[in-house]
């Protein structure tokens, strides 16, 4: 599978490999041809990946194949246990959480999951989890400050499931829960956004000493298609909403939301996902070693105001107050 | 693919207007009975036929609350920045201005301090009338003012919310003002002061999703639509009729996610109340009865 733009770059590496066997079949040099083919090849993909739009970066965000919370599991961290359940209702697929080594230490990882063929994409309700999800993650963070453990977690999420259980069960009371349990943590805790940010759901388990994201991975209130639906009533303007809601990297960056954006191989994470992860790795084993002095009031203090900071609004002069007063007896 | 369908098909949550209507006259939506208007807004916008609970408008609800007089509000220095330079059908700005000049103030917030039954309190009340009750970084910004102003003086901090949820027009900021919110209520907690949360007439998506549901105690007005996903987005999902009366407050309540409904004429009495019991001291109110009605 292949997203729309990247087309003309497919379409180059197979004429790339069609010279190349063609070569070797009928015994011709076609080095400097193909030396030709894949300088413009690399040019491409850089000119591509260099300007694309922030709808096509949603879609990088998206893309098959790019590495999920299991691969990063699985590559970066050494002895992983999975730990299921959160004790009251069940075991959420779509949150994978467990123990594992970094660098030699121990650490509680908290993984939202996508699927990465059909089948596993229903087994893990395409990564949007259910309240279940969210007090398994909070169990995890109890586990955690007993053990004074570092929290790692790896948010990928089109957001939390919209659905009647999920509602019976208080959705919105376990995500409000999570980001107050998981921002009154006394060990260190790390987020990379490492696909998709979807709002409060990916919020949940966002609320670290440092939010990195990577380089085509989007953060956002809404996705494109919910917001050009209630805006202007027609899901099909997702372009427009994703460019109105600056949910990639370099713009929440800009608006100070994430710490550090790291970047991902040219031709996306998809393209090449053992150099992403091993990127992921190296920041992680950086940004653990950073937070490893801070005595646990000075996390939870940190974490508070890195969230309390947050927000853009004008203070206005008392006397200078151009909008009147609410009048109340 | 099955998601991306579902999103195309996703329509957004609209909740129908349910102010109270203008007009001499009028006919109650519960029970089409035709009531007075004036009858109406003294019963604090509740029907006197069938008990029906209008949304009510901020200056009123803070008035049916505090002690006359007695409200000294803290809100209002801060205004809405455009930080994404966001344009819909409308410039945010534009919208903001707009709205701001309809309802009288910055942003859809009121904050102060003042008095129930003499008992000294903070309370925060969502303008639902102002962009839908919507929290972006101003709304954020002084609900966690009114926390730590609120922990600073010792006051127990009431809470009245009423929003779609997080403005989209702020984007990420707007996402991120559940988080600041959460850590701002961290200064209460730490002083072991109430907070109490009263979830009104529509409460959604991230606001029901951070601070509106994290009070000591959470209670909700009757028959309020209380939610993190609408419920016109949960019926697309899932192609099905919603349970009788699904993210009402009554059902919720079964559910186990309240502390209790309560009627808005006994709100203010049962406010203090939990107050007092929360902090060890005497229930009894001066002169009961009379405020039994509210105002």
């Not at chain 1, 829960?177 to 409060?200: C, F, H, N, T």
């Not at chain 2, 301090?113 to 910004?141: I, K, L, N, Q, Y």
């Not at chain 2, 909700?220 to 899932?238: D, H, M, N, S, Y």
Request: charged share 25%; net charge negative; hydrophobic share 40%.
């Amino acid at each position: 599978m292949s997203l729309e733009f990247e087309k003309p770059i497919l379409d180059l590496e197979s004429k790339i490999r069609d010279m190349r066997t063609y070569g070797e079949e009928q015994g011709i040099d076609l080095t400097s041809e193909i030396g030709v083919l894949e300088s413009r090849l690399e040019s491409l993909k850089q000119e591509t990946f260099a300007s694309l739009t922030r709808w096509q970066r949603v879609q990088v965000a998206r893309a098959p194949g790019r590495p999920t919370g299991l691969d990063y599991v699985n590559a970066v961290f050494e002895g992983f246990e999975e730990l299921h359940g959160d004790r009251t209702l069940g075991d959420d697929p779509a949150v994978v959480t467990g123990l594992a080594k970094l660098a030699g230490r121990s650490v509680v990882v908290i993984a939202q999951q996508k699927g990465r063929d059909t089948k596993e994409n229903i087994h893990r309700n395409f990564g949007m989890s259910h309240p279940s999800g969210y007090r398994k993650a909070m169990r995890m963070f109890d586990l955690a400050d007993k053990f004074g453990l570092p929290v790692v977690a790896l948010i990928d999420t089109p957001g939390a499931y919209p659905g009647i259980a999920a509602e019976e069960q208080g959705q919105a009371w376990v995500i409000a829960a999570s980001i107050q349990r998981m921002s009154r943590l006394r060990v260190p805790a790390v987020s990379v956004v490492i696909g998709e940010g979807g709002s409060g759901g990916a919020l949940a388990i966002g609320v670290a000493n440092r939010v990195l994201i990577l380089e085509n991975a989007t953060y956002s209130v809404i996705s494109p298609e919910s917001c050009a639906a209630i805006l202007w009533r027609d899901a099909s303007q997702a372009e427009r909403a994703a460019e109105a809601l600056k949910l990639t990297a370099r713009d929440l960056q800009t608006l100070e939301i994430v710490d550090r954006v790291l970047d991902e191989p040219v031709g996306g994470a998809h393209r090449d996902p053992e150099a992403t992860m091993r990127q992921v790795g190296d920041a992680l084993r950086e940004e653990l070693d950073a937070l490893a002095p801070l005595d646990a009031t000075e996390l939870v203090r940190q974490r508070r105001s890195r969230f309390r900071r947050l927000g853009r609004f004008t203070e206005l002069e008392a006397a200078a107050s151009e909008v009147p007063d609410t009048r109340l007896d | 693919m099955a998601l991306e369908r579902w999103f195309r098909r996703g329509r957004p949550t609209r909740v129908d207007d349910d102010a109270t209507p203008a007009g001499l006259w009028m006919k109650c939506s519960a029970c089409n009975v035709q009531i007075y208007r004036k009858d109406l807004v003294s019963n604090l916008h509740v029907c006197p036929e069938c008990g029906h609970h209008y949304r009510m408008p901020v200056d009123e609800r803070i008035a049916s609350l505090m002690d006359e007089g007695t409200f000294d509000r803290w809100s209002g220095a801060l205004a809405p920045e455009d930080p994404l330079e966001f344009v819909d059908t409308e410039a945010y700005p534009d919208r903001m201005a707009r709205v701001q000049g309809k309802q009288g103030r910055p942003d859809a917030i009121v904050t102060g301090e003042g008095r129930m039954h003499g008992e000294p309190v903070a309370m925060f009340v969502m303008d639902f009338f102002f962009a839908g009750g919507s929290m972006g970084s101003v709304v954020g910004e002084e609900i966690a003012r009114a926390a730590e102003r609120a922990a600073d003086r010792g006051l127990p901090l009431v809470g009245l919310a009423a929003s779609g949820g997080a403005r989209m027009q702020e984007g990420a900021l707007s996402l991120m003002q559940m988080a600041k919110t959460t850590t701002a209520l961290e200064s209460l907690n730490d002083l072991g002061l109430p907070y109490i949360s009263v979830l009104t007439d529509p409460t959604t998506g991230g606001v029901t999703a951070s601070f509106a549901t994290l009070g000591d105690l959470v209670v909700a007005e009757p028959k309020a639509l209380i939610c993190f996903a609408g419920p016109r987005v949960i019926q697309q999902t899932i192609k099905q009729e919603l349970p009788e009366g699904f993210q009402r407050a009554e059902f919720l309540l079964k559910k186990g996610m309240l502390d209790d409904v309560i009627e808005r004429k006994d709100l203010k009495r049962k406010l203090v109340r939990y107050i007092r019991l929360l902090l060890d001291r005497p229930i009894e109110l001066e002169r009961e009865d009379a405020h039994v009605a509210g105002v």
